[in-house]
């Protein structure tokens, strides 16, 4: 676990990009406006939020009272602690009993002083709010819950300004009966509870929990420190958080909600307040609904991610079942069981989030939902063992700052829509992936069946992906209308920048993505946009700066690939069919340069350079001109490119065979790819045909069979 993470650093957005660049704009952005509302519309239907802000949804969905925010008090029962007894003052209902003091009316009581082992009871008989104001408190109960709420309509907790408040168990309870679970932490109430105030408390659960309420728990100030055996923060039916200022160290989960059998509650809300929870499970775990209006989070779950995380750089073919090592995936990753969890916020519905900043650093998922997420805003910043941010169905970004700096795969669900924001991510796998499922990366291959339902579409915003695996990766389609997307994809031939299993279809915005050849795809052909497929017969360097000009020697685009590439993919509403265009690599480049992408470049000294005319929608390249698309791993669709042979994908490592050997030998892989056959069983079948496939996944050349 790294002892500092780097600040966030906030790029260009879209619209200043869009400005700079010639390429990035056009005059299609109001039809792409236009077209993109369905698609807005179609994801926000899979939000329960919908296209409403976070902070009015929870103002909808919480509610507080006068009584839940500080106010001066007078009049209030006065108890003092006494170290092994106490003594009270005043009109309250109290009852003393050794070390015991029991609270048995609605009012307000004042405590100071402190107890070397004994409890505060609250079992108020009348349906009054009973106010506990800690006055410079320290409790320490060796067989139970320091403060015990039994029964009371609610409760109150106000931590006085400038007092520091302590309460701490004992590692063993002592119940009456011993069917009896509870309390269970050294700040327990059966009823609503509400902490509020400018004083700081300190809680020590050494038996299990921190702070926990049954029914509803609201948190609207102060400051709380929490060291828990297992979990920190409990609400059942609520954690609503105003404001304040929480540090949680849990042994299970930091925050959480618990609630199973309502689906209308065990929300967690959250409209601001800061956040330093380093938890051994989930940090933050709703059982229905996740909102986050605003808020300053640092979050490590599981001791953090890994110091590096498996790369699919030589392993199994895309699509491979397998764990390969990766650490995560022995892990809760396919499991809901809370003690195995170690997510950095997850949530079994929707996860919400409209602000605030978060610096996530999880073993698990930094970002779960079982259902769906819609980010409207925020800054996250995320380094996780596993993905960066999955939904078992739909992902929503409408704005926002994500970096993953870190990731298995960055981005995963069986639906993503992009309609604004800034995304930047880093993954050892694939980038942003269209699966589906239980976190359906390429390891949970079953649930990874490509179906029409599943779409990554991108209709606004700005996405950098930097990948080991695929760039994008969808088992199903990608729409594109507009926005930017730039690609450093995979050195390895089993993986590509862009991966589909149906189509491509882009009428609007610019996409740069560059890797390698061996299973590159570019656009589709039946797309309103035309794209430009560059394959180079060698692997060129990282930073070989690109230049793309137009007829006049005007430059559309100039960019330097961040890994070394073998094939490059332009989509921009700039390409027009029948005009002449020139690419130059090689070179160099000055000017302002952000994810290699250059604003007011000088370019100069390119020492290699293809020219052509675009006659198609789609028009493939190699280093002697326009040659002609071939048939990848999915069949159609890209252009491969492997030595320099146009179309060197799979179809060209078959392009010995005869038809009917070259059929059953796609028919094998399609096979494998959609699992219905082992990767032993297709190598053998692929053996019968000549065809020899070893164990870490690249196809050698193949041999006609006698």
Partial sequence: MKNSKPKFIKIATPLVMCSALLIACSDTTEENSSTSKPAIAEAESLSTIGNQEVASVIKDKVTYSDEDYYTDWDNATSIKLEGDSASFDGNGGVTIDGSTITIRTSGVYEISGKLNDGQIIVNAEDEGTVRLILNGVEIISSTSSPIYVEKAKKTVVSLEEGTTNSLSDGENYVYENSEDDEPNAALFSKDDLTINGDGILVVNGNYNNGIASKDDLRITSGTIQIDAKDDGLMGRDLVAVQDGKITITAGGDGIKSTNDKDTSKAIIAIEGGSFDIKSANDGIQAETSLLIADGDFTITSGNGSPETIETNENNQMPGMPGEMNNPAATTSASTEMDTESTKGIKAAGEIAIGGGTF????????????????????????????????????????????????????????????????????????????????????????????????????????????????????????????????????????????????????????????????????????????????????????????????????????????????????????????????????????????????????????????????????????????????????????????????????????????????????????????????????????????????????????????
């Fill in 359 to 706: 610096t996530i650093d999880s073993l698990d998922d930094a970002v779960h939902s079982n259902n769906s997420i819609t980010i409207t805003g925020g800054e996250l910043e995320i380094d996780t063992g596993d993905d960066g941010i999955h939904a078992d169905t739909s992902i929503l970004v409408k704005g926002g700052h994500i970096n993953v700096t870190k990731s298995y795969e960055g981005v995963e669900s069986k639906t993503i829509t992009i309609a604004d924001g800034e995304i930047h991510v880093n993954a050892s796998d694939d980038g942003i992936n269209i699966g589906g499922g239980a976190d359906a990366s390429g390891r949970d291959f079953s649930s990874t069946e490509s179906t029409e339902e599943n779409v990554l579409s991108i209709i606004g915003g700005y996405v950098y992906v930097n990948a080991m695996g695929d760039g994008l990766d969808s088992n199903g389609s990608i729409v594109m209308k507009d926005g930017t997307v730039i690609i450093n994809g995979p050195a390895n031939n089993n993986n590509a920048s862009l991966d589909y299993d149906q189509s491509f279809n882009i009428d609007g915005g610019l996409l740069i993505a560059t890797g390698s050849a061996g299973m590159a795809m570019a656009t589709s052909e039946d797309s309103a946009q035309s794209t430009v497929m560059m394959t180079y017969t060698e692997t060129q360097a990282a930073g070989t700066v690109l230049q793309l000009e137009d007829s006049n020697g005007d430059a559309l685009l100039t960019f330097a690939p961040g890994k070394d590439f073998q094939s490059v993919v332009i989509s921009s509403p700039q390409l027009a069919e029948n005009d002449a265009y020139t690419l130059h690599w090689g070179g160099t480049a000055t000017g302002d340069e952000n994810d290699g992408l250059y604003t007011k470049a000088k370019y100069q000294g390119a020492t290699n350079k293809v020219e052509f005319t675009i006659s198609d929608t789609v028009t493939w390249l190699n280093e002697s001109g326009v040659t002609e698309q071939a048939t990848t791993h999915h069949g159609t669709g890209g252009p491969g490119g492997i030595g320099g042979n146009p179309g060197g994908g799979r179809g060209d490592m078959f392009a010995d065979l005869d038809e009917a050997t070259k059929e059953k030998a796609q028919s094998i892989i399609e096979q494998q790819r959609n699992g219905t056959i082992t990767q032993e069983e297709a190598q053998a079948q692929l053996a019968e045909l000549g065809i020899e496939l070893p164990t870490g996944g690249q196809m050698k050349e193949p041999v006609q069979p006698e």
